[in-house]
Nanobody
Framework: QVQLVESGGGLVQAGGSLRLSCAAS????????MGWYRQAPGKQRELVAH???????NYADSVKGRFTISRDNAKSTVYLQMNSLKVEDTSVYYC???????????????WGQGTQATVSS
């Protein structure tokens, strides 16, 4: 069984920063991509950023230059440093990973439970 556990959400004023973390654990053979999605009330879930096992990154246009994704492969952990936060960044942030577990033996998608980030004006 595989689990993704997020931490680091909270309440911050506009212009401030938050750092999200997500640790993968369980019966993991290899982790391919890790990333973050977010979903605001009444909106569809959208990609924020992802990072491959080789370190290649991709960002949503709305967060480029403000957010930085990184990962520690030894700890199976992905981070999202969010700077210059805006009110419109308020969302539930979900960790995501495409990985191979020992149980399945092929790449499958896994999600964390979500962590709330609220930016006040």
């Amino acid at each position: 069984q595989v689990q993704l556990v997020e931490s680091g959400g909270g309440l911050v004023q506009a212009g401030g920063s938050l750092r999200l973390s997500c640790a993968a654990s369980g019966s993991i053979f290899s982790i391919k991509t890790m990333g973050w999605y977010r979903q605001a009330p009444g909106k569809q879930r959208e990609l924020v950023a992802h990072i491959t096992s080789g370190g290649s990154t991709n960002y949503a246009d709305s967060v480029k230059g403000r957010f930085t994704i990184s990962r520690d492969n030894a700890k199976s952990t992905v981070y999202l440093q969010m700077n210059s936060l805006k009110v419109e960044d308020t969302s539930v942030y979900y960790c995501y990973s495409a990985l191979v577990s020992y149980g399945l033996g092929y790449v499958d998608d896994y999600w964390g439970q979500g962590t709330q980030a609220t930016v006040s004006s």
